[in-house]
């Protein structure tokens, strides 16, 4: 069987982490196993398995927060002061700057180690339980969760420019480049389904009116991925499924077929006010 590579994004409290819990449901679905850059993932979780009724058993939901970030904040102190001390044309050239401090720069290397050697906590058990490569998970009867790639797009841009305040357009390749290449070894390698989960932005295109003026139009509501126009699409080309959550009320749905919102839909419907479940359609 195919694996499903679903990317789910909206802006913060629509219920992605609430959804997730609910692959748990399916038949075929054995283990639910979160990466979790974002701390505040738990509360949807424990939300979701609460408003599904799910009670899962020892083994079942496996989570792993990265080594934490540094606490305090030194590097951006240390990039203020540098900053403070240049002309403009000074602080966005790369010349006699050395590295920019990016070794400081490290929880994208803490993602990258968990998935390489992946050590969690079994959420009924609270013990210690270790899968080893992430890549080389049982297959498809487990799920892994990445909450989320907008985390995610952060640490590249913070280890790629790393002390860097003044950003150019020469910074966005090697962040487009490496996005693109952790995509790849993600979707292509991984023997398992995967749920990444994402935030949005809108995306405007510059035009002129009839009156000469120039304005801001919005050309639709899609992942927040600060890639580049020419890239997105390439990059979501990597997902099975882009799903966009929202609210109706105070109720959960998911959209996949509404003007000027970005979705791809192979495993569920096209449509609105869709039931956010994924034990539901086809993906498993």
């Not at 398995?49 to 989570?63: M, R």
């Not at 290449?181 to 993600?186: A, G, R």
């Not at 023997?191 to 009839?210: C, K, P, Q, W």
């Not at 020419?230 to 959960?252: P, Q, S």
């Amino acid at each position: 069987m195919s694996l499903t590579r679903a990317l789910l994004y909206s802006s913060g409290g629509m219920g992605k982490s609430v959804a997730t819990v609910t692959a748990l449901k399916h038949p075929n679905i054995k283990r639910l196993i979160y990466l979790q850059t974002e701390r505040n993932s738990m509360p949807g979780i424990e939300e979701g398995l609460k408003i599904h009724n799910i009670k899962p058993e020892v083994g079942q939901i496996i989570t792993c927060y990265p080594t934490p970030k540094e606490k305090g904040f030194g590097n951006l102190k240390r990039a203020l002061t540098s900053f403070q001390g240049e002309t403009k044309a000074g602080a966005m050239s790369d010349k006699d700057k050395g590295n920019f401090n990016k070794d400081k720069y490290g929880f994208l290397t803490n993602i990258i180690n968990n998935l390489e050697s992946f050590s969690g906590i079994d959420y009924v058990s609270g013990e210690e339980v270790k899968l080893g490569n992430i890549g080389q998970l049982s297959g498809p009867s487990d799920v892994l969760n990445i909450d989320g790639m907008s985390v995610l797009v952060e640490e590249i841009w913070k280890s790629i420019v790393g002390d860097k305040i003044m950003t150019s357009m020469d910074d966005y390749k090697p962040v487009q480049k490496f996005l693109a290449d952790f995509l790849e070894e993600l979707t292509k390698c991984t023997n398992a389904h995967i749920i990444m989960l994402a935030h949005e932005v809108d995306s405007f295109e510059t035009v002129t009116g009839s009156d000469g003026k120039t304005y801001q139009k919005k050309i639709r509501t899609e992942v927040d991925i600060n890639a580049g126009v020419k890239n997105y699409e390439r990059l979501m080309g990597k997902f099975t499924d882009v799903i966009h959550a929202t609210k109706m009320g105070d109720k959960y749905v998911w959209e996949t077929k509404k003007p000027m919102v970005h979705a791809i839909a192979r495993s569920l419907p096209y449509g609105i006010n869709l039931e956010p479940d994924f034990s539901k359609y086809n993906f498993y």
